[in-house]
């Protein structure tokens, strides 16, 4: 089991990648962008995800990347403001805490930058699996000991190996843009939310005030196709097309933003990770959700303990892995919809369920 095929260069996949090449396997990593993919929310390192980061001597690095955030504002339709905030924010929670919070394509190009010997396979996705067999939709057809899927919420190589999307899903009503524009509200390490009835969001500040990004939210569930970009856009444009504050002008950088996003609020909940010689990771097999604020620490977690399995316990890797992932997972997962019930805000049990985890020494 020395050759991984991992699918997906986010988070998840490269970190994964990071740990197998450290443990001397061969790893070869296929996203389907042409390279890293721009832009996403702000994400959170906590509890022992930040012991990943650590062991993995990228500490000192990824707390240069911090948002830096001061505080926050909430502010009603028409730019009023509500209530203001030097404690906490609703992007990174209490800021007095230890968590650090950065931009997802900065972590994403800090995971990547540390990796070596990896081979990637960009603008390329998997079409086929048939045991160690992988067949491409560029590339030659290959054979692979092991294949994770660390390939999103959307993941294909669930729908190849597990089944449909349907069978695992679970929306939670809510559905989310995100995109980079301007700094046009001239934040200073600041962020402002405006929540409506039915449309709301934030901006906050980035890169260092250079940039911002615009988060536009919606409730109730609806179609679309993920991979339909200019359909999504449009389709926020009319939820928003009446909405106050500064949500007009936020429309107009949005069909100009090279990074939009935009994807139903989500869980997937699957009774096993791993089917043959192919195991999933990240939001491909366990998403909690931007409501858990976690998912970006389960998928460093659940990496290291993954490459740590694969390396000391290879007969029984998968089982292992899930056996020690699990409780950790399913509690972040039930705490994201209590953050629902409570507005989106995290519970007072929350800083437990974070660090509820401890790293295995491998």
Known sequence: MKNVLISGASIGGPALAYWLRRNGFAVTVVERHRGLRPGGQAVDVRGPALGVVERMGLGERLRSLTTGMRGMSMVDADGNELFHSTEHTLTGGELASPDVEVMRDDLARLLFDAVEGVEYLFDDTITAIDGTRVTFERSAPRDFDVIVGADGLHSNVRRLVFGPERDFISHLGMNLAVFTAPNFLNLDHWQVFQQGEVVGGGIMSA???????????????????????????????????????????????????????????????????????????????????????????????????LAGELSANPGTAFQRYEELLRPYVTANQDMALKNQANGGRPVEEFPAVVNSFQLPAY
């Open 207 to 305: 890169r260092a005030n250079a940039e911002c990004r615009v988060y536009m939210g919606f409730y109730g569930e609806v179609d679309f196709d993920h991979r339909d970009v200019e359909a999504q856009r449009r389709l926020l444009a009319e939820r928003f097309a009446d909405a106050g504050w500064e949500w007009q002008t936020a429309l107009k950088h949005m069909w100009e933003a090279p990074d939009f996003h935009f994807d139903s609020m989500a869980q997937i909940r699957m009774p096993s990770w791993s089917r043959g010689n192919v195991v999933l990771l990240g939001d491909a097999g366990y998403c909690g959700s931007p409501l858990s604020g976690q998912g970006t620490s389960m998928a460093l977690v659940g990496a290291y303990v």
